[in-house]
């Protein structure tokens, strides 16, 4: 009978705890499960799961001479800033994971960050392509390119494309990934095209439905292309007003695009649109094709970028955390090993392309962007890669 209240004292107290955590390795993914974006939280998880079966049904990941089972500790950040940092304290400060993957967006991929960075905590962050998720912080590291990067080659698409020399852009000035990719198109295009050659730049505020006011300068402007760095949830709504307003330009999307169920709700208004992304379902082969196979007969759906990017964020953590070599059982010090070992890695082979890290500056990798096609089928068909 004492032996048995021991126990269960041992358990409330959380005393039995630490043999449990011995044999595990816990990551935390700071996904948006509900909110705005909620089919990018789904992605997230589906991509986390299947791998945490695959590691675990192989009998566990081997660091060092011991080998641990995974544990993936998921937190829904609600597609808000300050849900993302709640997140982010919650999984560092209670759940103890070692490094966290996520959150997806730039909104709350920059607060986050800074939070993961000051509680010393590899974070890596899939999708967010807002240069200031890393920007100074040395325990955040990024799985996609740059807006920086993925700016100018939208607008040096448009240019070479289209042979477009106006161009408009429509963004929500209220979000951080729209607003700076939106400047990083504009003063890219202004560069080939010369000043003034973005010639309408219009804005809304998160949740806005109506944009009839902005797309009618747009429409009046003399454009020949129309960038919108948006959401999926928004483009349908955008796309379909603008084609109602009378213009007929093509119209160019970013990586935000690939997300979600574009086509389930944009449908034949999206088809033969172009828009720059991280891979393309379409015609992959090798690990790509595996990845997609496996995906779409556990899930009955194609896997979007977000997915494919959540894959190799999760599994270069855990290739680094076995570079980083035996555990201590210290999480400070484990967490710092695992930091050094992601900013070493020099060629990462993923199913979205190989990464490496810059020995200096911020942990942003050099990776090639894809442009691909919606075809007449509504399928998201690879078209051109851009590299560095």
């Known amino acids: 009978m004492k032996r048995s209240w021991l126990i269960a004292l041992f358990c409330v107290l959380g005393l039995a705890s630490p043999v449990r955590a011995a044999d595990t390795v816990k990551l935390g993914f700071n996904i948006p499960l509900t909110g705005d974006i909620p089919d990018v939280g789904e992605s997230s998880k589906n991509a986390a799961e299947m791998l945490k079966k695959k590691i675990n049904d192989a009998g566990g990941l081997k660091v060092g001479d011991k ?68 920007k100074n912080r040395p325990y955040v590291f990024r799985g996609c390119f740059l807006d920086t990067f993925q700016g100018p080659t939208a607008a040096k698409f448009a240019s070479e494309e289209f042979k477009a020399k106006k161009a408009a852009v429509l963004y929500d000035i209220a979000s951080d990934y729209p607003k700076g990719l939106a400047e990083d198109f504009k003063a890219a295009f202004e560069k080939i095209n010369g000043p003034g050659s973005v010639v309408a730049f219009e804005t809304f505020t998160t949740k806005d439905v109506d944009f009839s006011a902005q797309l009618t300068n747009i429409a009046k402007s003399g454009a020949e292309v129309l960038f919108v760095p948006q959401y999926y949830n928004e483009v349908p709504l955008i796309v379909q007003q603008a084609k ?72 270069l953590m855990l290739a680094a955390l076995q570079a980083a070599g035996p555990m201590s059982g210290d999480l400070a010090k484990d967490r710092e090993a695992l930091m050094k070992a992601m900013a070493g890695i020099k060629k990462f082979e993923g199913i979205t392309g190989n990464m490496s890290y810059p020995a200096t500056g911020d942990h942003d990798p050099i990776k090639c962007a894809v442009v691909v096609k919606i075809d007449d089928a509504g399928k998201f068909a690879f078209y051109k890669s851009v590299c560095p």
Not at 89 to 107: N, Y
Not at 272 to 298: M, N, P, R, S
């Open 67 to 134: 080998t641990y089972k995974v544990e993936f500790i998921y937190e829904d950040n609600e597609s808000k800033a300050e849900s993302a940092l709640s997140a982010t304290r919650k999984l560092i400060t209670q759940d103890g994971v070692i490094g966290m993957v996520g959150p997806q967006s730039s909104k709350q991929a920059v607060p986050a960050a800074e939070a993961a960075n000051e509680l010393k905590t590899p974070m890596m962050a899939p999708w967010s392509t807002n240069p200031n998720t890393t």
């Open 244 to 315: 109602s307003l009378g213009f007929n330009k093509p119209v160019l999307g970013s990586d935000s695009w690939g997300s979600g169920d574009l086509m389930g709700l944009c449908g034949d208004n999206c088809k033969g649109f172009f828009f720059v992304t991280h891979y393309a379902a379409a015609g992959a082969q090798g690990k790509t094709k595996e990845f997609i196979d496996e995906y779409t007969k556990l899930y009955k759906k194609t896997p979007d970028d977000v997915a494919a990017l959540t894959w190799d964020s999760a599994n």
